[in-house]
């Protein structure tokens, strides 16, 4: 880091509660402002639900967060050592923050229990495991992977290759394969898209048993989701957050209403 973003930084006052801040941060595409002086503060352990009406940002609010876009300008931490803006996007994935896309991209051809020990950091290699060739698990490793299979609910297909999962399985797995890296905040993008009532229900259950233990940043479209599981909302809008609370709060909110719940979506 250089002396003048060093002593910039040494002025931010960054609560030891807070897992990710980000403050006036922007971005414009071709002048377009896709985010403009957002301000999100996520909690360590705290379950949000991001929303908004398309176009509003969530996705690329989500890609600077990973890094995949560098904002125009703001600050971006996780945690108070961690400035993201300086990371490249796997050091930002090793220093604890996990994405979840909407579909799911699991390695079909190999078993739920491969899937899982490849995601432990530094035995990632495809290549080796279609070979038989990674490296073998630790003790300690496989009984935190149990642990994993056990609270994404797949203890039972174990063994199953991945591709004969159902969409909620690999979308479950997938979220194991995040955890099995043991991040700090877990981002997810429309989790239940195409699943079933019961899938859903278990993502809820699977979302809020893992608040907690890591924060987990939800975007979601769907309200009878967001009502399932919702504890604090935030409603982006032209890049930028039009309001914030519990979702009573929120869909209370006039300018809520106008732009956004009122509009139809
Ligand atoms: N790489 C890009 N180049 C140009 N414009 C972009 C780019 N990425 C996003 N945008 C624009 O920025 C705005 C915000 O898009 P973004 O995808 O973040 O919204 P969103 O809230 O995720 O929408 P949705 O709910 O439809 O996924 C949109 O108007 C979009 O067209």
């Given at each position: 880091m250089?002396?003048?973003a060093q002593t910039r930084f040494d002025n931010l006052h960054i609560d030891n509660n807070i897992i990710l801040y980000m403050e006036d941060v922007s971005v414009s595409f071709d002048g377009f402002k896709a985010i403009n002086k957002l301000?999100?503060?996520?909690?360590?352990?705290?379950?949000?639900?991001?929303?908004?009406?398309n176009g509003a940002g969530k996705s690329t609010m989500m890609d600077i967060i990973t890094g995949k876009t560098r904002p125009d300008e703001g600050?971006?931490?996780?945690?108070?050592?961690?400035?993201?803006?300086q990371m490249s996007e796997a050091e930002i994935a090793r220093a604890g923050i996990g994405r979840k896309f909407q579909k799911p991209t699991v390695f079909e051809s190999l078993s739920v229990y491969d899937n899982l020990s490849l995601a432990i950091a530094g035995s990632k290699s495809v290549f080796g495991a279609y070979f038989g060739k990674w490296r073998k698990l630790?003790?300690?490793?496989?009984?935190?992977?149990?642990?994993?299979l056990?609270?994404?609910g797949l203890t039972h297909t174990r063994a199953r290759m991945a591709g004969f999962l159902s969409h909620g399985q690999k979308q479950w797995l997938e979220i194991g394969m995040l955890l099995m890296q043991k991040p700090q905040l877990l981002l997810v993008d429309e989790p239940v898209a195409g699943m079933t009532h019961g899938e859903i229900e278990r993502t809820a259950e699977l979302l809020t048993g893992l608040a907690g233990q890591q924060a987990v940043v939800v975007v979601e479209h769907d309200m009878e989701f967001v009502r399932k599981i919702a504890r604090q909302v935030t409603v982006l809008h032209q890049g930028s957050v039009l309001a914030e609370g519990t979702l009573a709060q929120v869909q209370a909110d006039r300018q809520v209403i106008e732009v956004y719940l009122g509009g139809g979506h």
């Open positions: 250089n002396t003048a301000n999100l503060y996520i909690d360590r352990g705290e379950l949000r639900c991001i929303i908004g009406p600050t971006v931490f996780l945690g108070r050592d961690h400035n993201l803006l630790t003790g300690e490793q496989d009984d935190f992977l149990d642990s994993v056990d609270t994404i």
